[in-house]
Structures are given as structure tokens and as C-alpha cells.
């Protein structure tokens, strides 16, 4: 039977996965909910097992009732218009990403994909596999949304670690590049945010294969996202998750703190603005 974290639900059966878990966790019934959205407790029923399709607007009403921001309104956007990616991605964008309490990631090759400008995600999507114009758009608008939970009135904590080689990496341009690192110092600003770099010669080499990030939700099991060579898994199992937590200790240990990577950004973000000036 398939779990939470399979990919092999379908858009349908995630929706209604999605509605049971909220649904339960607000102590609501079936016919409590379908009085607070306006339908049959039938209805509520049916979308929960992922044999009724919901449409747009009870999504909408399920954000409202449940504050979710637009948690229901993506996944249900996924029903028709089915995310872009490999199926273990679009269940952590879609379903475990929104409702961390902390992430942790590590990337030893690019700006993490939840910190990255619509310029760098762009210029990332355009050197990778061949795809149409029209795909890469989508992929970018897709990229974008997730960033809507850093905007929220209750982000997630984020532990950013980040090779330090990442900044000088030309992509998209100086001018893509200045627009980048302006965004990452401004998040590294943040209440709640830390980023790090990481020396590039330093002589810890946990992780350097892969990138990975770790969500610690409130009401589940702590998640590990590993992503190497353009596959990836995402998985609860423990002894997966231990060892991203002991790699993620271990690289964590060779970082500049962050006051001084945030100074380490603006520095290189300068040099590329020079760059751009001649």
C-alpha cells in the first residue's frame, strides 16, 4: 500500500491525504469540515480516499478554513496542471517543504533552489537537460512558488550551508549573478535565517557528492531530501536521516559563522557588480 511519501499517489490521492491529515489534526470531522465548506460530508469523504476530484474553489475554502496559505490551491493546480519534475521532488515541494518547522540544507554546487532569483533559476534550467522555452518557464514559475513560504507570518527556520566556490560560479552572467547574491545577503538578513559558506578547501568532504536538506516537521517524522547526479529520493528512514544529520554536523563545523559569510556575499556580490560595470 502506498505510503504518505510515495510517489506513486497520484495528484488526487494527495490532495485527499493532504485534507485527512489537516482535517484531523483541527479535530474536525467529515461533517463538521463539509459545513465549514459548504458541501456534502459525502463529498469530504469521497476527496479524502481519492475517489472525487476537488475543485478549484473548495481548495480555496479548505486554505481558509484550515490558515494553510495556499497549500490546498497548489495541489489541487497539480490535478490539472501536473507539476513539473521527477514525482520524489514534486511530493517534497508540494506536501513537506510547506509545512517544515526548520530546514536544513546543504548544496556544495548551486544557490539552494527555495533561495535562488528568478534570473538564476532560469539560467540554472537552461543549461541543464534540453527542454522547450515554454517547460523552463514553468519550471521557473514552479520555483518561484515555493518561495512563498519565506513570506508568511510563520516561516519556516532555515540553516543554509553553502560551498563557498558557489558565489564565484558564473551563472546566467554578472548581472544575474549581482541580482543573486543581492537576494542572498537580504535573506541572510533575516530573523530566522542563517546561511553559511563553507571554505572550499576545506578538508571535510562529507556530502560533497550530493546536495540534501533535512525538514524536522511538527507532526511527522524528521524528512531527508537527497539529491545527487539528477536523481533523489526523499525518505524518513532512520538511518538515512541519521546519517544526513551526522554529514550535515560534520560540514557545519569547517563553515564560517554567518555574520562573516554574510560579509564574504556582499564581497563577491561586489565583484560582480564590477564586472557587470565594464
Not at 91 to 110: C, G, H
Not at 140 to 151: C, F, H, Q, Y
Not at 172 to 201: K, T
Request: hydrophobic residues 40%; neutral net charge.
Amino acid at each position: 500500500m502506498a505510503n504518505d511519501l510515495d510517489p506513486r499517489l497520484t495528484p488526487v490521492q494527495r490532495f485527499g491525504r493532504e485534507l485527512a491529515r489537516v482535517r484531523k489534526e483541527a479535530s474536525l470531522t467529515q461533517v463538521t469540515l463539509s459545513k465549514h465548506l459548504g458541501c456534502s460530508s459525502s463529498l469530504v469523504a469521497h476527496i479524502e480516499i481519492g475517489d472525487r476530484t476537488p475543485k478549484p474553489d473548495l481548495a480555496r475554502r479548505c486554505d481558509e478554513v484550515f490558515g494553510t496559505s495556499d497549500l490546498f490551491a497548489r495541489l489541487c493546480r497539480n490535478i490539472t496542471s501536473p507539476a513539473s519534475g521527477p514525482g520524489w521532488f514534486i511530493k517534497w515541494a508540494d506536501e513537506i517543504e510547506p509545512r517544515a518547522r526548520t530546514l536544513r540544507s546543504w548544496d556544495p554546487l548551486l544557490i539552494p533552489g527555495l533561495l535562488q532569483t528568478e534570473g538564476y533559476a532560469r539560467a540554472v534550467f537552461k543549461g541543464g537537460r534540453p527542454v522547450s522555452a515554454e517547460e523552463i518557464e514553468e519550471r521557473v514559475r514552479a520555483r518561484m512558488r515555493r518561495k512563498l513560504i519565506l513570506e508568511r507570518d510563520n516561516p519556516p527556520e532555515l540553516w543554509v550551508l553553502i560551498d563557498e566556490s558557489v558565489l564565484q560560479r558564473p551563472v546566467g552572467g554578472p548581472a544575474v549573478m549581482v541580482e543573486q547574491l543581492d537576494y542572498l545577503a537580504e535573506l541572510a538578513d533575516r530573523p530566522g535565517i542563517r546561511v553559511q559558506l563553507v571554505p572550499f578547501d576545506t578538508p571535510c568532504t562529507d556530502g560533497f557528492l550530493s546536495s540534501f536538506t533535512i525538514a524536522e516537521l511538527p507532526d511527522a517524522p524528521t524528512v531527508v531530501s537527497i539529491e545527487s547526479a539528477g536523481t533523489g529520493e526523499v525518505s524518513t528512514a532512520y538511518d538515512l536521516v541519521a546519517a544526513a544529520w551526522g554529514q550535515y554536523d560534520r560540514i557545519r563545523a569547517e563553515a564560517y559563522r554567518p555574520g562573516e559569510s554574510l560579509k564574504m556575499i556582499k564581497e563577491v556580490r561586489d565583484q560582480w557588480r564590477r564586472k557587470q560595470e565594464t
